[in-house]
């Protein structure tokens, strides 16, 4: 009731638009200096969220951070080990490939390629789910059926199969990775926005919304989505690290972006052939990989304890 | 003092959580004779059902024994090991809680979780007690299993359930409430325990059901002369059940004494106000007075008698001093400055 | 009874939609199907390529393709793969049995670490123990399976020489006759224990692999649905009975914690079934998955489609046993 009150009050009282803007901002400043408190208790969430922010911000200035090409062969430097190995050195920190290339210039790159996917695909996924999780949620009847029969038969398919099946009918290339992995990630935020409305729909402040004349579209976006947030935040956070782990198993099926663009997953599977002698060629892209998706975990983890206890186990 | 089957010295139970340490069972002492039935009263919250487990040992994380005694036949239960302790629970204190849905097995049937109490104390059927039962041979397990489901079957018509045979292979759920509360009395009494900790046994249930069980209990209490901790907040059924009566506020005893004394003159003006908030069909026509504000949070109360902020007679000195607790008569204590004054 | 038949009915669309993603998935090619899968042989006349086209069914209908599809999945006439020209059948049937022994093996590995370590993180809350068990779990979540397999081979094969890092069985051990292709049945049945030995050191690298995030998973499960048991009434009541801790914890706690972990865990299924195709390819191991991998690669779409499809149904039998299991743990749903 107080909810229903408070909105009234917004209806009522007229405010200028700059006074409103000022509210806006103030309530919003507050939500998240009050939401950092919450988040920093978890120390660990705040370690994954640096990893993460680590590696986004080495991909954005990749070629600032490292002096060496990630493509072009140097057989003058050909499997040198990293630098805390006998034969390592600083200009090579993490040691060369075959070919001479260097693997932490390689990683730098190849982090562009996860985490654009990454972030690309839970975008689109995200958009596309919630609409029709909220649809699906909020209309229930026919289209409900529909969307949950279409979920369920996507959810049969192991999701690498899928993929991988996929990007073999597209043809490769980064624009069909991204089709192919959306083809199934928007199932996961419709899943938990549709049965977050269902909870959402039986609350007093949608009667109240109605029973002020509200239409089914202000309803749905205005006073439902909101209440949803949070919990979408939180899934596709975690989604992130999930898409980025496809990614690199389709790279290292050697159905990612074409080489010779560095992708963790390809680099892995290139560096296979020698991992007798030269192991660091394939592992460390592998480090790489477990880090950042360990990093985007942690930090769901903390936003989810942050954002939305009831989401907690 | 060898007469006593039970006695309570001074126990703390203090639960630690991130508000701080909530004081639940702040140095409480009592005791209960052979065969007596003792009544712990109190609002919600106030420490009555963490007293009961304390007990028994059975406090759960964040709460810990901190200190004090439980002598059960003289021997400190709280000094003894987590296997020495297993050889009393069930046998000699039983124990049955509010909700008898949540508290047996969903995934057991009745009877397996009858048998299982009477098993693992070899009760009944002559067999040597002691002995573990992974040591006996598979002819000498099926006897006892077959002993054990006999005594099961004795303890289901004992309670007063009919067509035990059939009942006793289906689930909790499958049962009313009542009936329900009939099953965890029979799992209770099966090992003819010495003390019966009943903690709210009839809250959940009906108003009808209700005097059905008490009368059940008593029945089974006079048959197996036990002694029975009553814990509730509803002094009607104090009054028909119990011999003495303990009254707890905030993790403290404020009074105990005879039922009659409690009920017919309190000495506490917060046993005075439970005894106020009894709606009475002789005076319907007067309102239900309520004793104004709440229990005090645990972790933040109050300096001196933890009663004084909703004491109609409290002064100064409450707040200065934590009144102990006094003999007002030989049998009867209480915890208030004002009322020894 | 009527709950399972219910339950029944539910996955006959999903099985419809499954019939129509995998039969669409040949048509999602951009351009033609067939030149795209000629051309990988080399130089091909327009009449072969009509003649492929007929073979496929593609010059028919869209509707007519679909039914005749779906009635030739139900005959069990799955079509000749393009690149090896022998029936899909056989080709499949031939792998199935690798793929199967090993996706049991992870399950029971995943099983065989998840629950216990989650019962035992659940019990100890908050110990060191506890903390250290969830952030495991976490990164066993987070790690790329390729890079575990690759790492475990790079310990144990390259390293300590202590386990085989590839392929079912050595080669100069005698594989036992054929009967159920699972070589540690068949051995069994042959009495062939030096076989045995082998098989079981060949499949635990591998089995370790498959099943690392299904026990992260379980594990992670298993610890929350403990935590929500413990809590219970007849937790206590079972301790105030003078049960010991053990039997607490194993009769009384986890019996009623499976229910939620059985459902749970059927429905990540999915991610062990994918993982066949990245730990057979990292292992050698003659499975589905592989097989999958290598026909996607060449374009025989025959083979794409059914083996994808026999994924798909697996892991709605999976579900379909789970929801069973779930009925049997049950006894209130059980009517």
Redesign the interface.
């Known amino acids: 009731m107080d909810k229903y009150l408070a909105r009234a009050e917004e209806f009522v009282i007229t405010e200028t638009l700059q006074q409103k803007l000022l509210r806006v901002l103030r309530r919003t400043i507050s939500n998240i200096r009050e939401f950092w408190r919450l988040y920093r208790k978890n120390h660990?969430a705040v370690i994954g969220g640096a990893i993460v922010l680590a590696f986004i911000l080495l991909a954005i200035f990749a070629p600032w951070v490292t002096p060496h090409d990630p493509v072009a062969p140097n057989f003058r430097a050909i499997r040198k080990p990293p630098v805390w190995m006998k034969g390592g050195s600083w200009t090579h920190p993490l040691g060369t490939d075959h070919l001479g290339r260097d693997i932490w210039t390689r990683i730098i790159y190849g982090a562009r390629v996860s985490l654009f996917i990454g972030f690309v695909v839970v975008g689109f996924a995200t958009v596309i789910g919630v609409t029709l999780g909220l649809v699906s949620g909020y209309y229930g009847g026919r289209i409900d059926a529909v969307i949950q029969?279409?979920i369920?038969?996507?959810?049969?398919?192991?999701?690498?199969?899928?993929a991988?099946?996929?990007?073999?009918?597209?043809?490769p290339g980064l624009r069909n990775i991204v089709l192919a992995l959306l083809y199934k990630e928007w199932i996961y935020p419709c899943r938990v926005v549709r049965g977050e409305v269902l909870v959402a729909k039986e609350q007093e402040y949608v009667e109240a919304a109605r029973t002020v004349g509200a239409g089914n579209r202000h309803i749905m976006f205005k006073e439902i989505l909101p209440n949803v947030l949070a919990s979408t935040v939180v899934v596709s956070t975690l989604r992130v690290?999930s898409v980025i782990?496809m990614e690199?198993?389709l790279s290292?099926?050697?159905?990612g972006v074409e080489p010779p663009t560095p992708a963790w997953?390809s680099m892995?599977?290139e560096g296979?052939r020698f991992?007798?002698t030269e192991?660091w060629v394939?592992?460390l892209p592998?480090?790489a990989?477990?880090l950042t998706?360990?990093g985007?975990?942690?930090m769901g983890?903390g936003l989810r304890d942050a954002l939305d206890p009831k989401l907690r186990? | 003092m060898g007469n006593w089957l039970l006695e309570v010295k001074d126990l703390k139970t203090y639960f630690y959580t991130d508000n701080g340490v909530a004081k639940a069972v702040d140095g409480v002492s009592f005791s209960v004779a052979h065969g007596q039935a003792v009544g712990i009263v109190g609002e919600s919250g106030c420490g009555k059902s963490v007293t009961a487990r304390s007990i028994m040992r059975l406090v759960d994380y964040p709460g810990k024994i901190v200190g004090g005694q439980v002598l059960f036949r003289g021997e400190d239960l709280l000094a003894k090991s987590e296997k020495e302790i297993r050889q009393f629970r069930g046998k000699e204190i039983a124990m049955i809680f509010q909700d008898p849905l949540s508290t047996l097995n969903p995934v057991l049937t009745v009877g397996d979780q009858i048998v299982e109490a009477i098993e693992l104390h070899h009760g009944s059927g002559g067999l040597p007690v002691g002995l573990p039962l992974e040591r006996l041979n598979p002819f000498m397990r099926r006897r006892m299993r077959e002993e054990a489901w006999k005594r099961a079957l004795e303890m289901m018509e004992q309670v007063g359930i009919s067509a035990p045979e059939q009942r006793m292979a289906e689930y909790p759920h499958q049962f009313s409430g009542g009936m329900r509360q009939r099953v965890m009395i029979a799992i209770a009494l099966s090992c003819n325990p010495a003390l019966l900790i009943a903690d709210e046994p009839t809250t959940a249930l009906d108003v009808t059901v209700q005097a059905q069980i008490l009368e059940l209990m008593k029945e089974l209490q006079r048959k197996l002369n036990m002694a029975v901790i009553l814990i509730t907040h509803d002094l009607g059924v104090v009054a028909e059940f119990c011999d003495r009566v303990i009254v707890m506020y905030a993790g403290k005893v404020v009074e105990a004494g005879p039922v009659d004394d409690i009920l017919f003159a309190p000495r506490h003006p917060y046993t005075a106000g439970l005894l106020r908030s009894i709606p009475r069909i002789e005076d319907r026509h007067r309102p239900i007075q309520t004793i104004p504000g709440m229990v005090p949070e645990l972790h933040n109360l109050p300096s001196g008698c933890r009663f004084r902020t909703r004491c109609p007679m409290a002064d100064a000195r409450c707040a200065a001093e934590d009144p102990p607790l006094v003999n007002v008569s030989y049998d009867h204590q209480v915890s208030c400055l004002q009322a020894i004054a | 009874m009527d709950k399972i038949l219910q339950r029944l009915l539910q996955t006959i669309p999903v099985l419809i939609g499954i019939s129509l993603i995998v039969f669409s998935l040949m048509h999602l090619t951009p351009g033609d199907p067939v030149e795209i899968m000629l051309a990988e042989v080399g130089y091909v006349s327009q009449e072969d390529i009509e003649l492929m086209r007929a073979e496929l069914g593609l010059d028919r209908p869209l509707i007519e393709q679909y039914f005749s599809f779906v009635a030739g999945i139900l005959r069990g006439d799955w079509g000749t793969s393009l690149r090896a020209r022998v029936s899909v059948k056989e080709l499949i049937l031939e792998r199935l049995p690798a793929t199967i022994e090993l996706t049991l093996a992870a399950i029971v590995v995943s099983l065989i670490i998840g629950i216990p370590a989650g019962v035992l993180s659940a019990v100890r809350r908050y110990s060191w123990l506890d903390k250290l068990g969830t952030l495991v779990a976490l990164v066993g979540i987070s790690m790329p399976q390729f890079w575990l397999g690759l790492t475990l081979v790079l310990i144990f094969s390259v390293g300590l020489h202590l386990l085989p890092g590839g392929v079912r069985l050595a080669f100069d051990i005698p594989a036992p006759p054929t009967v159920t292709g699972l070589l540690l049945v068949d051995s069994i049945l042959a009495g062939n224990w030096a076989a045995f030995w082998g098989t079981l050191r060949h499949l635990a690298l591998p089995a370790l692999t498959l099943g690392a995030p299904m026990s992260a998973l379980t594990m992670r499960v298993t610890r929350s649905s403990m935590l929500e048991v413990i809590r219970q009434d007849y937790v206590t009541f079972a301790r105030a009975k003078g049960v010991k801790e053990m039997a607490v914890i194993i009769k009384h706690a986890l019996r009623n914690a499976l229910i939620p972990i059985v459902t749970v865990v059927a429905l990540n299924m999915g991610s062990l079934l994918g993982g066949n195709m990245i730990v057979e390819r990292i292992f050698s191991w003659p499975g589905l998955g592989q097989l999958v991998v290598d026909s996607i690669r060449t374009y025989d779409y025959p083979v794409v489609q059914v083996s994808v499809m026999i994924y798909a149904l697996t892991y709605v039998a999976m579900n379909l046993i789970a929801d069973l299991l779930y009925i049997r743990l049950n006894p209130r749903v059980r009517i």
């Open positions: 660990l029969r279409v369920d038969t996507l959810l049969a398919f192991p999701y690498l199969i899928l991988t099946a996929l990007v073999g009918v597209l043809g690290g782990l690199a198993s290292f099926l050697g159905l997953g892995v599977a296979r991992i007798n192991w394939s592992t592998g480090l990989i477990l998706v360990l985007i975990n942690l983890e186990e």
